[in-house]
């Protein structure tokens, strides 16, 4: 399997301890190598060969929103 980029907007990050909850949930999630997450932006980009569904129910579990960037 490839290597991707899957970029999400996440919602509901107000400070850094969201933002390092958020990207402890995506590196938890299998086949992830590498994450970035935004707090000013909104976003996480996860590069690797995980499931977005896993990614978006790491996330909705640690209480955000998130969802596939259009």
Do not use: F
Not at 17 to 24: D, F, L, M, P, R
Not at 29 to 43: E, S
Not at 47 to 54: F, K, P, V
């Amino acid at each position: 399997m490839t290597n991707q980029t899957i970029e999400l907007t996440v919602t509901g990050m107000t400070c850094g301890h969201c933002e390092k909850a958020v990207q402890g949930a995506l590196k938890s999630v299998p086949g992830v190598q590498d994450v970035q997450v935004d707090l000013k932006g909104g976003t996480a980009t996860v590069q690797g060969n995980a499931d977005t569904q896993a990614l978006i129910a790491a996330v909705t579990e640690e209480g955000y929103v998130a969802q596939l960037r259009a």
